[in-house]
């Protein structure tokens, strides 16, 4: 806290200080220093200054309140400028140019300085001028220095070609990401980070390659070098194969069964034990299973048939079932691809397609479909869908009698021998029974072992259902028995 000072009379000349001689009084007041009143605390900057001898001390007015930073003195013209004031805190950037020494007026007047013929300031990083950049061309605006051309070419930033590939790729993909032909031949020997699977066709991994990764070597192996192996234009996978990636247990397949792969012909490629390229002029409409380019499923099977043997008859009877019944196709689209290939003149594929069209859908039903023709019962319905007379879906029986209301059930291991699968069974056979429908139940073996049995059991329960005065009350709805179109 600051205490003004006390209120004092003006000197007069009895409180003087008294006269040394040899010295006049100016020179008194001069040398001898100001009387300051008590309790009064000096400031710190006013003390620090150095005293100036060409000027008088200013007397203090009575009243007066002395604060802690002096006002700041009129501007002296003997004395030079100062750069900084007291207390002031200097910016970063000033605003303005640092203060030079008065110069003499121009008689013409100030010349007028240019933005570019301005001198660089100390202490100030140098602008450039919005003329010396390159003018924009339109677009969105630039953040960087780069070069437009540069920027654009960064872009598109594509995922690397074995990310997108299962791990692998082809030595043309390799070359073309900058790898020498030394580093693929050290990594790929044995013992190596690498593997070789087929010619020019590589597993970037040290752990044996899956079902996937061989097929798609396949393709990759078949594909031009200069195009997209996954765009499906130049090889695509078919066959056993193809079937496989669907998911149909019957499609033979393997690590010792080669893959089938469509090129266009007239083009020619070396086949290998892992690859059999199948060259045609009909070339299908493509699908993607698994990231690997594919034939649609009616394709696949028409080319699984088409390289299988007639001694495989029962597997290709089971895998064109399969296809059809898992939905991937219907029997009409399949028999139309199948003319198309000129496969219907061979028996196995004739029988084949003759039995989808009929409604068949698996191997034991085509065995049992064998058995009851070479009889005198009458035809059945396969896979008829039946409802209640309210239209609920009451079952869909393996082979069905709409006049006498008998059902046959084929009942495999595979798919009807475990708790769930059996209880399913049981109330479905509960509900036919329940709306007069008289069931038979034998098992693939017993067709095939002992198929009179079945046939016997048939026969007693068509005479009984047609003597029987109360007919079922379920309808077969939404079948409709397929020709057989020539």
Known sequence: ??????????????THPPHHPGHTPQQQSAHLPHPRPPGRTPTPEPAARPPQPEQAPQPRWPGRTHTPEPPPRPPQPE?????????????????????????????????????????PQAGRPRRESPRASPP??????????????????????????????????????????????????????????????LPRVYLLQTGPPDQRQRALAAVLYAAEPAADPLSGDTAVLTGGAALALLGIRGAPYGPETP????????????????????PTSRWPRTITVCGIPSTRPVRAAADFASRATDADSDRIRSTLAQVVQAGWCHPQDLHAELRAARLLTRPAVRAAAAELLAGVRSIAEAQARDVLTATDLPTPLWNARL??????FLA??????????????????EYHYTRDAWHATLRRRLRLESHGILVVSATPSILRDTPHEVLAALRTLLTLASTRPTPPTAQARGHQQLPLPF
């Open 387 to 392: 409802h209640t007379p309210d239209g609920t």
């Open 136 to 197: 924009h061309q339109g677009g969105p605006p630039r953040r960087s220095g780069r070069p437009p051309q540069e920027r654009q070419d960064r872009q598109p930033r594509q995922t690397p070609a074995p990310r997108r590939q299962l791990n692998l790729a082809t030595r043309h993909q390799l070359t073309a990401a900058g790898v020498p032909d030394g580093t693929i031949t050290s990594r790929t020997r044995p013992g190596g980070p690498w593997q070789r699977l």
């Open 79 to 119: 004395q030079a400028p100062q750069p900084l004031l007291v207390g002031r805190t200097p910016t970063p950037e000033p605003a303005a140019r640092p203060p030079q020494p008065p110069q003499a007026p121009h008689p013409s007047g100030p010349p007028k300085a240019s933005h570019s013929s301005r001198p």
């Open 396 to 413: 869909s029986p393996d082979a069905y009698w709409p006049d006498e209301g008998v059902a046959l059930e084929i009942d495999s291991a």
């Open 259 to 278: 893959a089938d792969v469509l090129i266009r012909a007239p083009r020619r490629l070396t086949g290998t034990p892992q690859v059999r390229p199948l």
């Open 1 to 14: 806290m600051i205490t003004p000072h006390p209120t004092r009379p003006h000197p007069t000349p009895d």
